[in-house]
């Protein structure tokens, strides 16, 4: 397959070609171009040379990247555009272009003609593009990219990724914002001549529904969504039609890599790297679980850990991760930089959480460091079924006080976490990483007080609810220390709220009637809440019901 330069790729690419596709309308070279004539007239016209580049629509946000490099500018590229993002940004940055709430930012221009005579060939050496570490183990840190980096790195993937499909259309679950998914979805896509879809998938479900539209697809992939892909859902669809499946930011367990590759009936490759040092390794599980280096890398020891020479790096570059090398490759063992210092005392990160796996209980875990009056260690945990069957019936803090005596035979009493959570899910963003940030906030938030609603539908004075019961609600606290259950008293004012809110009951409390509470209500489960309110007789019946039966019912008064 013929490679194209980034570099040239606005000069030596034809206007009709296929550039991209939105809901299966195909969008050429010509108008990507016209947006980029437009876009860099917006910003030949102020001085700024470092500009915050933020876009939903990656179609806009590359017209955005070419329109800056065709003038020497850089773009620098954060995740997300929260507020705080935008505060961290404005010491790095001249100006605001694309979806970002601040007062100066530079919108998509209005139309208007653009002459140029020529596309020029993008300087391969210029500061092209400054790109923000995930915040994985700290604060993230900015790293710059030139073109002729990302050039090389291309032309080095399109060595391992090259393929004879034709018709093939990129499909991705990882946003553009993030380097990975820039690399795999826009750059691969312009340096191979291979359309991307402009739907970012965050659903299984969509990557079935956008699969719809083409006859060969390969799909770009956070970890996060291919380790729970629901094997219930129309994978048919898309089996057979996609070439391969693409995944990194972490590595795959041998279970998901062996599942995707059943679902989908397609080779899922694993790309291994940072975003200091691009793509550097690859594996495919259904062949081989050592990771071997991409074509043009060189990789061996320093220590303990990995390595990297490659032509799009200014120079070799060690990672923070462990290897031993095998049978022409290498195995990862885990991270060495997870090393912090509580009450003076070294404290492995990464030995807590593997020890906190070994238990029997835990399928993932996460530890990061608190800094409040006192540097604590803090566990965010995603249970498996048999932890989530403790938690149930022990409860959380006979869970808790177990797995602390469990760490209690490996570390010394300042690295057992004093602060846990323990979410359904661990939350992953949309790039596949868990972030400090994120991890914090879930010891940051108001305490939960109010049922998770998974769904709900309300016709006319009937309304029905089905919820989870969260396990950190306070309502748990103290009722009762081994076997938790959720208190009568807060069904009741559960059901009246949500009678208020769905079906504008009105009035006073007054009174309850035919009160029933026939069977406990425990942490983590899943209850439907029915509602009927008669408004003639002022009367809101409710109940509380499951897959176990009816947990309790009642009217409710007012007046």
């Not at 500009?51 to 955005?64: G, K, N, Q, R």
């Not at 020891?301 to 032509?311: H, W, Y």
Request: with cysteine.
């Amino acid at each position: 397959m013929d490679v194209v330069k980034l570099s040239c790729w606005l000069s030596d690419v034809d206007a009709g070609l296929t550039v991209a596709f939105n809901a299966g309308r195909p969008l050429i070279k010509a108008e990507l171009e016209q947006r980029v004539r437009l876009w860099r007239k917006c910003f030949s016209e102020k001085e700024a040379t470092r500009w915050a580049v933020y876009h939903s629509d990656p179609f806009e946000f590359l017209a955005i990247l070419l329109a800056l490099w065709t003038l020497k500018r850089t773009a620098c590229v954060p995740g997300d555009n929260r507020q705080g993002t935008i505060e961290s940004l404005r010491s790095r940055v001249d100006g605001f272009a694309g979806d970002f709430s601040v007062v100066d930012v530079v919108d998509a221009p209005a139309e208007h003609l653009s002459e140029l005579s020529a596309w020029p060939v993008l300087d391969v050496f210029y500061p092209a593009l400054e790109i923000y570490t995930s915040g994985s183990s700290g604060a993230p840190a900015a790293i710059v990219k030139t073109i002729g980096q990302l050039e090389k790195e291309s032309q080095a993937l399109a060595e391992l990724l090259s393929t004879d499909v034709k018709n093939e259309v990129i499909l991705g679950t990882v946003s553009h914002q993030h380097f990975y998914g820039m690399t795999f979805r826009l750059f691969r896509s312009m340096t191979q001549s291979q359309p991307f879809d402009t739907t970012l998938c965050e659903y299984a479900e969509t990557v079935i529904s956008q699969s719809a539209y083409y006859e060969s697809v390969c799909l770009v992939s956070s970890p996060a969504l291919l380790a729970r892909l629901n094997a219930a859902l129309h994978w048919s669809e898309i089996a057979g039609k996609c070439s391969f499946v693409l995944s990194s930011a972490a590595a795959l367990s041998a279970h998901a890599s062996g599942q995707t590759h059943a679902l989908i009936n397609a080779p899922v490759i694993e790309i291994y790297g940072s975003s200091e040092t691009g793509a550097v390794a690859w594996r495919n599980q259904q062949n081989s679980a050592v990771w071997q280096a991409i074509p043009g890398t060189e990789l061996d020891a320093d220590g303990d850990c990995l390595r990297v020479s490659a032509s799009y790096l200014p120079a070799p570059t060690v990672l923070a991760d462990k290897v031993k090398f095998v049978d022409g490759g290498f195995e990862l063992l885990g991270r060495a930089d997870r090393i912090v210092k509580v009450e003076g005392k070294r404290v492995s990160l990464t030995g807590i959480e593997k020890q906190l796996i070994r238990t029997g209980w835990v399928h993932e875990a996460k530890t990061i460091i608190l800094e409040r009056r006192r540097t604590e260690v803090a566990a965010v945990i995603e249970l498996n079924e048999a932890g989530n069957r403790v938690l149930q019936d022990a409860g959380k803090k006979v869970l808790v006080r177990q797995l602390k005596d469990y760490l209690k035979n490996y570390f010394d009493a300042v690295a057992i976490p004093r602060r846990w959570r323990f979410p359904s899910q661990l939350p992953y963003n949309p790039q596949g990483k868990l972030t400090v940030e994120d991890l914090t906030a879930l010891f940051n938030s108001e305490p939960a007080r109010w049922p998770e609603v998974i769904s709900q539908t309300q016709d006319g004075q009937i309304a029905e609810l089905t919820c989870r019961i969260p396990a950190e609600l306070v309502y748990f606290d103290g009722h009762f220390e081994h076997h938790p259950i959720l208190p009568g008293i807060t069904q009741v004012h559960w059901a009246e709220r949500f009678g208020r809110d769905l079906l504008a009951v009105k009035g006073r409390f007054l009174r309850l009637e035919v009160v029933k509470f026939q069977q406990v209500i425990t942490p983590d489960s899943q209850v439907v809440i029915n509602l009927s309110f008669n408004p003639d007789k002022q009367k809101l019946t409710f109940s509380f019901t499951s897959d176990k039966g009816v947990h309790s019912s009642g009217r409710i008064c007012f007046g």
